[in-house]
RNA sequence: GGCGGGGUAGCCAAGUGGUAAGGCAGGGCUCUGCAAAAGCUCUAUCGCCGGUUCGAUUCCGGCCCUCGCCUCCA
């Protein structure tokens, strides 16, 4: 069994086949976020979709390369720098170290790279200017520089791979009389917009003119100048697709840096979106939220992740409270058993037991199939509660389940250690078992109130007494 | 209109040409001073109509509903 995953390009589910002939090494490039404002969940789905899959390839034993992007100069945000009268690299710092405190939070790995656009400008330039000499970039009236869709197509590149269009149909659209742009042609996009008053401070030089870099120029040149001018895997949210995601490929293979036969990209994956309670997210609706609304909810980043990543990325997912409250006690039952497995454990080290690992790992070999891994991993916790009910599972056994667990948790990123409760209340615990001891019922459960006050909870186990957070 | 996802128990969600994983919620039982945890157990004619087949939720055709994209968007 081998890794498969679905590409958009092709419409299907392929085996994962990397470019490096030795068929370790593997390129990711993610489109992160635009920082123009907090991100809310929606996005996250796609960031925990992202990281759940660098993940996977690093426990199937991939030399993975992720990168992702910061796209830190936009419309939006130029808009907004100049209302607040501030500077763009202090008004996208906010953001951006927001949006990486999140990202913690939602226990995702750190990228390899994480390259920001303003840093990348020359490249972006010199990207441009190879399709300026190419003849499929052209310079327009208004000084802005466009990429000339029919140029491309006339050098035999297809436009419109990721998402089938209609251009005719389009041509049709009330959007194209409405709007003012210059373009020799709708379908164009801008590569380079020249400098207008309202970008303020925002703008750089470049061989035609001042001005800043358009929105999808940015992706290319990041990413292969990391990455390689052909690589493994890109993802993103299913809206990128089109434009963002047929432009990348439009502007990379335009520029004919790649070799001969490679394309820029050789997996597409695009993550679906996101729902709340079954509606599409809005203020309006107030069901808009940021991961801050749903922490001060008192709900953690494991249990948020666990949710997100319970469905399978291709399907639209609906985002519940309800759901919520579902994957904080699905996640305790987890941990539950894990430190079970712990207590009997005791020390023993051992390889870890294969059987999970590999029902767990053909699961996700089939493009990612979560929903059928998480079934694998709750069928595990069942067996493993059973043998620890009866006492048929010994310290060797146990070792060897909580090793797969770990390495299982490698790609959920769900587990939580359980906290140690502070010596005073476990003083508090040995006087509740002195009172049970003496039949001073009342009294131990005058205790059992007061660690409730404080928030934790006593369970009589087997092996005595124990502080557990409530 | 074009393109692409979906419709499976109260909710979320896998899956298969031979009557359907898992999670949450709910009911019953065991255990427990009480509780918790855990275990056992109960709860589905798989959107509708045809067709193919010994047999379809799974394949084919049609229909209905729903969501997304069609140049702001994860």
Redesign the pocket.
């Known amino acids: 069994m081998a890794l498969s995953l679905h590409n958009t390009i092709s419409?299907k589910v392929e085996p994962f086949i990397p470019f490096d002939p030795t068929g370790k090494k593997v390129g990711m490039y993610c489109?992160g976020?635009?920082v123009y404002d907090f991100a809310h969940i929606?996005?996250f789905?796609?960031f925990v979709f992202a990281d759940l899959v660098r993940r996977y390839l690093d426990f199937r034993g991939y030399e993975v390369t992720h990168v992702m992007n910061i796209t830190d100069v936009e419309?939006?945000i130029i808009q907004r720098v100049a209302e607040q009268k501030t500077t763009l690299g202090e008004y996208t710092a906010r953001y951006q170290d927001a949006f990486f405190e999140d990202l913690k939070i939602l226990n995702c790995v750190d990228p390899h790279h994480i390259p920001k656009a303003t840093d990348h400008i020359p490249e972006m330039i010199d990207l441009i200017s190879k399709l300026m000499e190419r003849g499929i970039a052209y310079q327009a009236p208004d000084k802005s520089i466009y990429f000339s869709i029919e140029k491309y197509q006339g050098c035999g590149c297809q436009y419109g791979r990721l998402?089938?269009?209609?251009f005719e149909?389009?041509r049709q659209?009330k959007?194209v009389s409405d709007d003012e742009y210059e373009k020799e042609s709708?379908?164009d996009?801008a590569l380079w917009k020249t400098r207008v008053n309202e970008d303020g401070e925002v703008y750089w030089p470049s061989p035609w003119g001042e001005g800043r870099p358009g929105?999808h120029i940015e992706c290319s040149a990041m990413s292969m100048k990391i990455l390689g001018t052909s690589f493994d895997l890109h993802l993103?949210?299913?809206?990128?697709?089109?434009?963002?995601h047929e432009d990348e490929i439009a502007q990379s293979e335009g520029a004919n840096v790649q070799e001969e036969g490679k394309p820029f990209v050789k997996y597409w994956l695009h993550?679906?979106?996101?729902?709340v309670e079954?509606k599409?997210?809005s203020k309006s609706l107030g069901n808009f939220y940021t991961l801050r609304d749903l922490l001060d909810k008192g709900y953690n980043g494991h249990e948020i992740r666990q949710l997100m990543i319970?469905?399978?990325y291709?399907?639209?997912?609906?985002f519940?409270l309800?759901?919520l409250?579902?994957a904080r006690?699905?996640l305790?039952?987890i941990n539950?058993?894990v430190t079970k497995l712990r207590g009997v454990a005791a020390n023993t080290q051992t390889d870890p037991a294969t059987e999970v690992i590999t029902k767990f790992t053909t699961a996700l070999d089939?493009n990612l199939?979560v929903?059928?891994a998480?079934?694998v991993v709750?069928?595990w916790?069942?067996d493993c509660?059973?043998k620890?009910?009866d006492n048929s599972m010994d310290a060797e056994t146990a070792a060897a389940e909580l090793a797969a667990w770990e390495l299982i948790d490698t790609v959920l990123g769900v587990s939580v250690d359980q906290e140690e409760a502070p010596a005073e209340l476990a003083e508090l615990m040995k006087e509740r078992t002195q009172a049970?001891e003496a039949k001073d019922?009342s009294r131990?459960?005058a205790i059992?109130d007061e660690l409730a006050s404080k928030g934790w909870?006593?369970?009589?186990?087997a092996e005595g007494p124990r502080l557990?957070r409530l």
Do not use: Q, Y
């Open positions: 419409r489109c976020p635009t929606g996005n789905r796609t419309d939006k998402v089938k269009l209609n149909e389009m659209g959007r709708v379908a996009f929105w993103g949210g299913e809206d990128l697709a089109f434009p963002h993550g679906a979106h996101l729902l079954g599409k997210m319970s469905a399978h291709r399907e639209t997912f609906n519940t309800d759901g409250a579902g006690t699905a305790n039952r539950e058993c089939d199939n929903s059928s998480w079934g709750f069928d916790v069942r509660n059973r620890l009910a049970r019922f131990a459960d059992r909870t006593i369970e009589d186990t557990k």
